[in-house]
């Protein structure tokens, strides 16, 4: 019996490239977003992507796309925005957010659909809210055997301060994800990652790698990068340099963002803002920028070579980095397929 994957809320790929890696198939993708076709299919030779909104996606569409007598496997990360840290931190009322709500249409795919395996990834905070409980008694009344844990990206080699709930569950018997591949001395590094990459000044653009390329910074932005060291904060500034809300007693623990990271120690989170010098840590070791496409891409653990555009296409960096900050690490995705193939070795033995 043969694996086959299907991806809901795709994306550009992230997770189906991890998948794939290991060579086991993945058949298709789903997406409401459009702007990730070309990523998606482009870099997952063969994958079929659909864009569709989950909520008309139907078990029996994705059972007519499985083969007959396959080990169906469903994955998926629904957007995590509504559950994370930075939507509480800004008072959003998360359960107006439309979004909520897709963690159950997942559900109710697998309850009409009934796959084999099930993978779910989302941010940590999800495990405590009414959906995922919701989510979990789906897979209790449907037979599946159920593992789920926070993971510290880094212990799985991925370059990144990201802690990610994975679910796993099987309706053949126990599954677990598989053990951490590093230990806290083996953590893989910004320097192992981007180091070697041609130097742009903010604004620019590569002459080999049009993904390598940076957002534009102020005058006073810039003022504020060449006064940046890297782990270093705001503090370091002449206080003529700090931003109103850094002279406020609220705004003093703020002290990851224009910010400058390390080379030898692992990034922060990449989200879909980490083109932007402002918004965290993301200040290049020494060039005077924020991180380019390329590197948030290599950060994320996509191959070098992974295209998120047509080439000679005009694109929007806003555009691309969502698709990037989005996306499920690669890496992240290896040990999900990694996880499925022991367990579906283990049935066999």
Excluded at 204 to 217: G, P, Y
Aim: aromatic share 10%; glycine share 8%; hydrophobic share 35%.
């Amino acid at each position: 019996m043969k694996l086959q994957v299907i991806d809901l809320f795709c994306g550009v790929g992230g997770l189906t490239r991890g998948i794939l890696n290991l060579s086991i198939p993945v058949i298709a993708g789903f997406d409401i977003d459009n702007t990730c076709k070309f990523a998606y299919e482009h870099n997952n030779n063969g994958v079929q992507f659909f864009n569709k909104d989950v909520k008309n996606v139907t078990g029996k569409m994705l059972n007519k796309l499985y083969s007959k007598n396959s080990i169906r496997v469903l994955v998926g990360c629904a957007p995590c925005q509504s559950f994370s840290n930075m939507a509480s931190k800004w008072g959003r009322n998360e359960e107006s957010d439309e979004r909520w709500n897709l963690l159950l249409e997942f559900g109710r795919i697998i309850k009409e659909c009934l796959p084999d395996i099930v993978s779910m990834e989302n941010v940590p905070k999800i495990q405590k809210t009414d959906v995922f409980a919701q989510f979990l008694q789906i897979l209790h009344d449907n037979k599946y055997e159920i593992d789920y844990k926070t993971v510290y990206c880094p212990k799985y080699g991925i370059p990144q301060n990201r802690r990610r709930t994975v679910l796993l569950a099987s309706r053949f018997g126990p599954i677990k994800i598989i053990p951490e591949t590093h230990g806290a001395n083996e953590y893989p590094t910004v320097r192992q990652y981007i180091e070697g990459l041609p130097c742009v000044a903010a604004g620019e653009i590569c002459d080999t790698d049009a993904l390598h390329k940076t957002a534009t910074l102020s005058e006073l932005n810039l003022k504020r990068i060449k006064n940046s060291r890297p782990g270093g904060s705001w503090k370091d500034w002449d206080v003529k340099l700090r931003t109103n809300c850094h002279r406020k007693k609220s705004g003093a623990t703020y002290t990851s963002v224009y910010a400058r990271m390390e080379w030898d120690k692992i990034a922060p989170t990449m989200t879909t803002q980490f083109y932007c010098y402002g918004t965290g840590r993301y200040g290049h070791p020494e060039q005077d920028r924020a991180l380019t496409l390329r590197e948030g891409a290599l950060l994320q653990t996509f191959p070098e070579d992974y295209q998120f555009f047509p080439e000679g296409s005009e694109f929007s960096i806003k555009t691309i980095a969502r698709h990037i900050g989005n996306a499920v690490p690669v890496k992240l995705g290896e040990s999900i397929g990694q996880s499925i193939l022991t367990h579906t070795e283990e049935m066999y033995e």
